[in-house]
């Protein structure tokens, strides 16, 4: 009963740790993205629209891995693989 | 909430939220790979939206209208647009057109949207609509499916190799794999290099499928997962709920948290399609030109 609770627990940590730091890096990642692209706006106004498109795919492959570790995170939240190997 | 079949059986939230997530499956998985396993509402809808996208283009050309003859209906002008739109995205990668890749990165921008636009139906609606039908699960997005992105993503894996190897050769493959990026022109330290140059590039290579079909996923099931807490935290009263007045507070904050995240999220939908979309490409442009 113990060691559920343990597992239980450190797995919520784990989660929180997953999204938190998936969240820290998208965000500074995608500050940085967005302001290169405001400067390089601001220097050629006419390539808008190509840069915008640029920025939205270089946006998905910054969005990749914190996706990833969400997708990991709820998994642990619903389906926990470690409590099975305890009480399976 | 499932009120109405079992009024002694009000289901808590872990239980609503991992009913939601379960697909109709004809066994038990055994463990986490078991290839007897089949999601059959993954199979069902992506089948259907296939159908859906493949035959209406497919009337779409057939009835096209050139110059001359008629003026182009409404339909006719969409679908022209998109097909614009990818060859496009080709142009600007391959240089020009491509009598195989255009084709497949319509096919996936298309397919992958419909399976994305999946996620704006109300998200009880078509599972009750099943319950009343007798199917106990249904999941009707099938990108929230692993099985269905990997399988996108690895048949994409499969054409980069084919492309390298019909383009290069399997000496120009092979040679790209091991021979770069640490180069010698002595033949030892280039055999001590190949396994370093092996690591990174064996790391580049089976990246692209895997970041491929997680992104996809990852985007799809946490949007799908929010519309679930969404329902569930301000739904919980049911339809009794609804002579109360924290009953409409809950609907009333439910439309206003729905509408936000759905607006959020066609934004998400439409860049996931594409951003698999291009990537597709320039990871088969990558394939069929020698760089270096």
């Known amino acids: 009963m113990e060691n559920l609770a343990q597992v239980q627990g450190m797995t919520a940590l784990a989660v929180g740790i997953i999204f938190g730091m998936g969240a820290l890096g998208t965000a500074i990642g995608f ?9 390089g706006v601001a220097r050629q ?32 939240t619903f389906a926990n693989p470690f409590t099975a190997g305890l009480t399976g | 909430m499932a009120v109405e079949h079992a009024a002694s059986e009000v289901p808590t939230a872990t239980e609503y939220i991992k009913h939601h997530l379960q697909f109709l499956a004809n066994k038990e998985a055994s463990g986490v790979i078991d290839f007897s396993v089949i999601h059959w509402d993954s199979v069902f809808f992506s089948v259907l939206l296939a159908i859906l996208f493949g035959a209406s283009f497919y009337v779409a050309a057939r009835r096209s209208v050139t110059t001359g003859a008629g003026v182009p209906g409404k339909f006719q002008n969409f679908v022209e647009m998109i097909v614009e739109f990818v060859d496009t995205q080709v142009r600007d990668i391959f240089g020009r057109t491509h009598p195989y890749i255009a084709p497949l990165a319509l096919t996936i921008f298309c397919w992958v949207f419909l399976f994305n636009f999946m996620d704006m139906i109300p998200v009880d609606l078509l599972p009750a609509a099943a319950a009343g039908a007798g199917l106990s699960h249904l999941k009707v997005v099938p990108s929230t499916d692993v099985n269905v992105t990997f399988a996108m993503s690895l048949t994409v894996f499969a054409l980069i190799i084919i492309y390298s190897i019909k383009i ?28 370093a140059n092996l690591i990174l590039e064996g790391v580049n290579l089976f990246a692209k499928p895997i970041s491929l079909a997680l992104r996809l996923f990852g985007n799809l099931y ?25 009953g409409w507070g809950g609907v009333f904050a439910h439309f206003v948290l729905g509408l936000v995240w759905a607006i959020y999220h066609i934004l998400v939908i439409t860049l996931q399609a594409f951003v698999f979309m291009m990537l597709t490409i320039v990871y088969l442009a990558q394939a069929s030109t020698k760089s270096h």
Request: hydrophobic content about 60%.
């Open chain 2, 222 to 246: 946490a949007g799908e997962l929010i519309f679930l807490l969404i329902a569930l935290f301000t739904l919980s009263a049911g339809f009794g709920g609804l002579t109360t007045l924290s």
């Open chain 1, 31 to 39: 500050g940085i993205l967005g302001g290169r692209f405001l400067e």
């Open chain 2, 168 to 195: 290069k050769g399997i000496g120009g493959f092979v040679s790209e794999l091991t021979l770069h990026p640490f180069h010698s022109s002595n033949i030892f330290l280039q055999a001590l290099l190949v396994p």
């Open chain 1, 45 to 76: 106004p006419e390539l808008a629209p190509l840069l915008l498109g640029r920025m939205f795919i270089v946006a998905a492959l910054v969005d990749a891995v914190a996706f990833i570790g969400i997708g990991f995170a709820l998994f642990f």
